[in-house]
């Protein structure tokens, strides 16, 4: 069972920057994309950021400008860079990983990391 975990969640001022990584507990191979997804408290799961092994990037309206997401490899999978933090921006953010082949997807989530904006 593939594991992933997420790491540099915290508590910033706003204006101020976090870098989010995220990272497997083995190799995944077949990585078809990658990405962030967040939640606040009350709201559904929306897209931040996400990459294909091909390298094209889609990003939510509110990250567009201020984020940006970067691809690693089969086990350290994706960077999320994050400037100019808004209270807006307050969220658990999760990786996601989905992986394989056309008969048999595979999706990998993350536990989740806090990020708090303060005003």
């Known amino acids: 069972q593939v594991q992933l975990v997420e790491s540099g969640g915290g508590l910033v001022q706003a204006g101020g920057s976090l870098r989010l990584s995220c990272a497997a507990s083995?190799?995944?191979?077949?990585?078809?994309?990658v990405g962030w997804y967040r939640q606040a408290p009350g709201k559904q799961r929306d897209l931040v950021a996400s990459i294909t092994s091909g390298g094209s990037t889609n990003y939510g309206d509110s990250a567009k400008g201020r984020f940006t997401i970067s691809r690693g490899n089969a086990k350290n999978l994706v960077v999320l860079q994050m400037n100019s933090l808004k209270p807006d921006d307050t969220a658990v953010y999760y990786c996601?990983?989905?992986?394989?082949?056309?008969?048999?997807?595979?999706?990998?989530w993350g536990q989740g990391t806090q990020v708090t904006v303060s005003s």
């Open positions: 996601n990983c989905k992986a394989g082949v056309a008969w048999a997807r595979r999706e990998y």
């Open positions: 083995r190799n995944i191979d077949n990585i078809n994309s």
